[in-house]
Protein backbone atom coordinates (compact mmCIF):
# COMPACT_ATOMS: atom_id res chain seq x y z
CA UNK A 1 0.00 0.00 0.00
CA UNK A 2 1.13 3.56 -0.69
CA UNK A 3 1.74 5.45 2.45
CA UNK A 4 1.23 9.19 2.60
CA UNK A 5 5.09 10.02 2.88
CA UNK A 6 6.12 8.52 -0.63
CA UNK A 7 2.58 10.34 -2.30
CA UNK A 8 3.77 13.30 -4.82
CA UNK A 9 4.21 16.16 -3.28
CA UNK A 10 2.48 17.52 -6.17
CA UNK A 11 -0.69 15.80 -5.63
CA UNK A 12 -0.91 16.44 -1.92
CA UNK A 13 -0.07 20.72 -2.99
CA UNK A 14 -2.99 20.05 -5.61
CA UNK A 15 -5.24 18.74 -2.61
CA UNK A 16 -4.73 21.35 -0.17
CA UNK A 17 -5.09 24.27 -3.08
CA UNK A 18 -8.32 22.63 -4.57
CA UNK A 19 -9.57 22.78 -0.61
CA UNK A 20 -8.60 26.29 -0.49
CA UNK A 21 -10.87 26.91 -4.11
CA UNK A 22 -13.75 25.29 -2.67
CA UNK A 23 -13.31 27.17 0.51
CA UNK A 24 -13.39 30.81 -1.62
CA UNK A 25 -16.35 29.71 -3.92
CA UNK A 26 -18.43 29.35 -0.88
CA UNK A 27 -16.84 31.95 0.98
CA UNK A 28 -18.00 34.06 -1.56
CA UNK A 29 -21.85 32.48 -1.43
CA UNK A 30 -21.77 33.02 2.30
CA UNK A 31 -20.18 36.68 2.75
CA UNK A 32 -22.25 38.33 -0.15
CA UNK A 33 -23.90 36.54 -3.08
CA UNK A 34 -26.60 35.29 -0.63
CA UNK A 35 -26.69 38.43 1.00
CA UNK A 36 -27.32 40.21 -2.56
CA UNK A 37 -30.00 37.73 -3.47
CA UNK A 38 -31.67 38.70 0.20
CA UNK A 39 -32.41 42.29 -1.08
CA UNK A 40 -34.17 40.88 -4.50
CA UNK A 41 -38.07 40.20 -4.81
CA UNK A 42 -38.43 36.51 -4.01
CA UNK A 43 -39.02 35.80 -7.57
CA UNK A 44 -36.48 37.60 -8.82
CA UNK A 45 -34.14 35.50 -6.07
CA UNK A 46 -35.50 32.25 -6.83
CA UNK A 47 -34.90 33.00 -10.51
CA UNK A 48 -31.27 33.93 -10.33
CA UNK A 49 -30.38 31.07 -7.61
CA UNK A 50 -31.71 28.83 -9.94
CA UNK A 51 -29.88 30.15 -12.55
CA UNK A 52 -26.58 29.68 -10.63
CA UNK A 53 -27.37 26.08 -9.70
CA UNK A 54 -27.81 25.44 -13.50
CA UNK A 55 -24.48 26.73 -13.94
CA UNK A 56 -22.81 25.71 -11.03
CA UNK A 57 -22.89 22.02 -12.76
CA UNK A 58 -20.20 22.85 -14.94
CA UNK A 59 -16.91 20.48 -15.24
CA UNK A 60 -14.67 23.25 -14.36
CA UNK A 61 -16.65 23.44 -10.61
CA UNK A 62 -17.34 19.49 -10.85
CA UNK A 63 -13.50 18.76 -11.01
CA UNK A 64 -12.54 21.43 -7.95
CA UNK A 65 -15.33 19.83 -5.65
CA UNK A 66 -15.44 16.18 -6.29
CA UNK A 67 -11.44 15.96 -8.02
CA UNK A 68 -10.45 17.26 -4.42
CA UNK A 69 -12.77 14.94 -2.80
CA UNK A 70 -11.42 11.88 -4.61
CA UNK A 71 -7.73 13.44 -3.92
CA UNK A 72 -8.60 13.25 -0.29
CA UNK A 73 -10.11 10.44 -0.08
CA UNK A 74 -6.85 8.87 -2.02
CA UNK A 75 -4.96 10.82 0.77
CA UNK A 76 -7.15 9.30 3.93
CA UNK A 77 -6.29 6.06 3.22
CA UNK A 78 -3.00 6.29 2.62
CA UNK A 79 -2.47 8.62 5.91
CA UNK A 80 -4.71 5.10 7.56
CA UNK A 81 -1.41 2.94 6.91
CA UNK A 82 1.52 5.38 8.62
CA UNK A 83 -0.09 7.32 11.04
CA UNK A 84 3.15 7.95 12.69
CA UNK A 85 4.97 9.60 9.44
CA UNK A 86 5.60 13.26 9.80
CA UNK A 87 2.19 15.07 8.76
CA UNK A 88 -0.02 11.95 8.50
CA UNK A 89 -2.17 12.63 11.14
CA UNK A 90 -3.01 16.10 9.73
CA UNK A 91 -3.33 14.52 5.94
CA UNK A 92 -6.31 12.45 7.36
CA UNK A 93 -8.09 14.98 9.66
CA UNK A 94 -7.87 17.41 6.60
CA UNK A 95 -9.36 15.00 4.42
CA UNK A 96 -12.14 13.95 6.75
CA UNK A 97 -13.10 17.35 7.32
CA UNK A 98 -13.23 18.07 3.87
CA UNK A 99 -14.97 14.80 3.05
CA UNK A 100 -17.72 15.21 5.68
CA UNK A 101 -17.54 19.32 6.30
CA UNK A 102 -17.95 20.03 2.35
CA UNK A 103 -19.09 16.63 -0.01
CA UNK A 104 -21.50 15.16 3.31
CA UNK A 105 -22.78 18.66 3.58
CA UNK A 106 -23.10 19.48 0.07
CA UNK A 107 -24.70 16.37 -0.28
CA UNK A 108 -27.30 15.96 2.55
CA UNK A 109 -28.02 19.75 2.65
CA UNK A 110 -27.46 21.70 0.09
CA UNK A 111 -28.40 19.72 -3.23
CA UNK A 112 -32.07 18.75 -1.74
CA UNK A 113 -32.64 22.42 -0.68
CA UNK A 114 -31.43 23.25 -4.14
CA UNK A 115 -33.78 20.86 -6.03
CA UNK A 116 -36.81 21.63 -4.08
CA UNK A 117 -35.97 25.43 -5.14
CA UNK A 118 -35.42 23.91 -9.10
CA UNK A 119 -39.28 23.29 -9.42
CA UNK A 120 -40.76 26.36 -7.31
CA UNK A 121 -42.51 28.41 -9.29
CA UNK A 122 -40.94 32.26 -8.79
CA UNK A 123 -44.52 33.88 -8.86
CA UNK A 124 -45.92 31.67 -6.07
CA UNK A 125 -46.30 32.30 -2.89
CA UNK A 126 -45.80 28.90 -1.71
CA UNK A 127 -42.04 29.97 -4.02
CA UNK A 128 -41.78 33.18 -1.69
CA UNK A 129 -42.14 30.79 1.42
CA UNK A 130 -39.82 28.20 0.38
CA UNK A 131 -37.40 31.27 -0.58
CA UNK A 132 -37.28 32.38 2.82
CA UNK A 133 -36.34 29.42 4.08
CA UNK A 134 -33.89 28.52 1.83
CA UNK A 135 -32.59 31.66 2.48
CA UNK A 136 -31.64 30.70 5.72
CA UNK A 137 -30.98 27.04 6.07
CA UNK A 138 -28.88 26.50 2.80
CA UNK A 139 -26.62 29.81 3.89
CA UNK A 140 -26.37 28.34 7.36
CA UNK A 141 -25.07 24.55 5.61
CA UNK A 142 -22.65 26.94 3.27
CA UNK A 143 -21.17 28.77 6.04
CA UNK A 144 -20.32 24.44 7.25
CA UNK A 145 -18.44 23.88 4.11
CA UNK A 146 -16.88 27.12 4.09
CA UNK A 147 -15.59 26.41 7.22
CA UNK A 148 -14.70 22.72 6.86
CA UNK A 149 -13.10 23.39 3.62
CA UNK A 150 -10.90 25.88 5.05
CA UNK A 151 -10.40 23.68 7.80
CA UNK A 152 -9.06 21.29 5.47
CA UNK A 153 -7.07 23.32 3.22
CA UNK A 154 -4.92 24.51 6.69
CA UNK A 155 -4.97 21.10 8.25
CA UNK A 156 -3.16 19.92 4.36
CA UNK A 157 -0.52 22.97 4.52
CA UNK A 158 0.16 22.11 7.85
CA UNK A 159 0.80 18.33 7.06
CA UNK A 160 2.86 19.53 3.80
CA UNK A 161 5.25 21.92 6.16
CA UNK A 162 5.43 19.02 8.78
CA UNK A 163 6.67 16.65 6.03
CA UNK A 164 9.12 19.37 4.38
CA UNK A 165 11.04 20.42 7.40
CA UNK A 166 11.71 16.54 8.53
Known amino acids: MTTVEHLPFA ?16 F ?17 AIIA ?3 INITAINPWFMVALFGTALACLFLAIASLSK ?12 SLLYLVGTILVTI ?7 DALAIAKPDSTEGANLWARYLINWTL ?9 F ?13 TVN
Request: hydrophobic share 55%; charged share 10%; net charge positive.
Open 11 to 26: LKLLTALGCGLVAGVF
Open 151 to 163: GAAALLTIALCKQ
Open 49 to 51: MQS
Open 28 to 44: AFSTFVMSALARLEPRE
Open 108 to 114: AFNVPLN
Open 141 to 149: WNHVRTIAA
Open 83 to 94: LHQPGAVYFLGG
